[in-house]
């Protein structure tokens, strides 16, 4: 990360929430979503970051509390490498424990602001499509089955794709708002 450019506040928030109500912060309501729909929106956010990630200012940031276009990128990407593991766990093990990932500590492990935008888009469109396709995958009576966040947090297959969602929606409100 540029020597200039101030870390932001770790997010230490607990969003399970968003599972049960709607986020008044960027509209996400999960009883609108059936868990079957989420490859498909995955896919169609996936399309959205890649000119966003071209676009001459992607490494800015534009404001002092959000990330840079790019850094959200390089998140999102992430985050669908993370719960595809997590989906791919809760189908091979019963009752599975994930890692812990620090969201924030690989933002700067991984130098998100230096990473190449074009390079980003790539990966990200194709992290996005390998968990897509594990969604549309799962079999009928798998979507049940359970995994624990290392808080504790229980999920279901079917509630960690709407989680999920949830996330990159998220992001895509944070980049359009910026």
């Not at 970051?49 to 276009?69: C, E, K, N």
């Not at 985050?79 to 595809?84: D, G, K, L, T």
């Not at 093990?93 to 980003?120: H, K, L």
Request: with cysteine; charged share 25%.
């Amino acid at each position: 990360m540029d020597p200039q450019t101030p870390a932001l506040e770790p997010d230490s928030k607990d969003w399970t929430w968003v599972l049960t109500r709607a986020c008044a912060e960027c509209g996400f309501d999960p009883a609108a979503v059936h868990h079957t729909e989420v490859a498909d929106r995955i896919r169609d956010d996936a399309a959205r970051w890649v000119p966003r990630l071209h676009g001459p200012d992607a490494g800015i940031r534009t404001r002092p509390d959000r990330w840079s276009i790019l850094e959200y990128g390089c998140h999102i990407r992430d985050v669908h490498r993370i719960f595809e593991h997590r989906v791919q766990l809760m189908l091979a093990e019963i009752d599975p424990r994930f890692p812990n990932w620090d969201q924030d500590a690989t933002a700067i492990a991984d130098d998100y602001a230096s990473q190449d935008p074009g390079a980003v888009a790539g990966e990200l469109f194709e992290a996005a499509g390998v968990v897509a396709d594990t969604y549309d995958r799962v079999p009928a009576d798998a979507w049940s089955r359970r995994g624990l966040r290392s808080n504790g947090s229980e999920f279901t297959v079917a509630t960690i794709a709407i989680y999920h969602l949830h996330d990159i929606v998220h992001h895509a409100h944070d980049v359009a708002t910026m």
